[in-house]
């Protein structure tokens, strides 16, 4: 088997695993009680907080652990509207191809009275600073982009949009799930006052992720009850699966540049492979990309078909983004940079790790580019577009 789906999830890492393990036989006390064994539970969970922290540049005390990435920009967004609200303000800028937990909690912030403007999102999947800054208004009370997009995997200018909006004085929110662990993040010099993660993203375990808020911004709690995480998040907190989080994260950064380095080069071999195939294009940016991410689109194909019978051949992929493998509807993502629906249909997410050879991934090019071609030789709109009857898309 050849798992390349990484965005949607990471094994966890031996490193995690034992430190969840020990922390399940050894240090399974509440953390909120004062005997022994709970203030040992509190003492691994508060060295966890240093250790990830310590990962991006932050204080120990504006680390607040949650369920996920998820929860984290719901907390985010929540608390920046209710901060601007207070203010007066009710404006609030993002881009048009966010991740759902941000669109949607968008959505819900419309209903409730906010005005939410997207930006629009450039075939090179970057969004543009001064775009940002052209869009802040009197009342805008933040700024929320993604770092690096879950699908096409294209890197935001965070620290130039951190510096619009400093300048401006909004506060600015980054989902960085799909970065932290990947590439270096610095929440001081992004000028970044929110940032998102999620531990399974980064070899962690799943239902654990964080939440930076920069010291000064009151987060709004999204859960009542007692006073667990200095009041911002109620109920006990999962202290095996935030030390499991801080060992992933704190393994994942260690000699980073040169390990990214060695992934997008296996990148590239991908990418230059499936360059080969007639009428396909590269979903975003070439260079500015995830060291592990690759997206195309092959015009006259259907994208779940191609995946299924990469499955019947050993490879795990995806088209997208996990959280939206049920919806018949092309890619937000893929429309968002211009691509029409019929080739945003034919799109394959390739995500990999650094288990990955370059035999399997010589591999991976052989069975797509081989797919591909069966898949087209019984496609009526191949034929239509062979013919001349249709009109090619994709060079």
Known sequence: MIYADHAATTPMSETAVSAMVSMMRETWGNASSLYGLGQKAKEALEEARADVAEAIGAQKNEILFTSGGSEADNQALRSAAALGRKDGKTHIISSAFEHHAVLHTLDALRGEGFEITLLPVHEDGIVRPEEVARAIRDDTCLVSIMYANNEIGTIQPIPEIGAVCRQKKVLFHTDAVQAVGHIPVNVVSDQVDLLSASAHKFHGPKGVGFLYAKKGVRLTSLIEGGAQERGRR??????????????????????????????????????????????????????????????????????????????????????????????????????????????????????????????????????????????????????????????????
């Not at 990469?310 to 795990?316: A, H, K, M, V, W």
């Not at 983004?321 to 997410?349: K, Y």
């Not at 898949?375 to 239509?384: E, T, Y």
């Open 234 to 395: 109620a109920g006990t907190e999962n202290v095996p699966g935030i030390a499991a989080m801080a060992a992933a994260l704190k393994e994942a950064t260690e000699n980073l540049p040169a390990r990214a380095a060695a992934l997008s080069a296996m990148r590239d071999r991908l990418i230059d492979g499936l360059r080969r195939i007639p009428h396909c294009a590269l979903n975003g940016d070439a260079k500015r990309r995830l060291p592990g991410n690759v997206n195309f689109c092959f015009e006259g194909i259907e994208g779940e078909s191609l995946l299924l019978l990469l499955d019947d051949l050993g490879i795990q992929a995806s088209s997208g983004s996990a959280c939206t493998s049920g919806s018949l509807d092309p890619s937000h993502v893929l429309l968002a940079i211009g691509r029409v629906h019929d080739v945003a249909h034919g799109s394959l997410r390739l995500s990999i790790g650094e288990e990955l050879t370059a035999a399997q991934a010589d591999e991976i090019i052989r069975a797509v580019t081989d797919t591909v071609r069966h898949l087209r030789s019984f496609s009526p709109v191949w034929r239509d577009l062979c013919s001349g009857k249709s009109k090619f898309i994709l060079p």
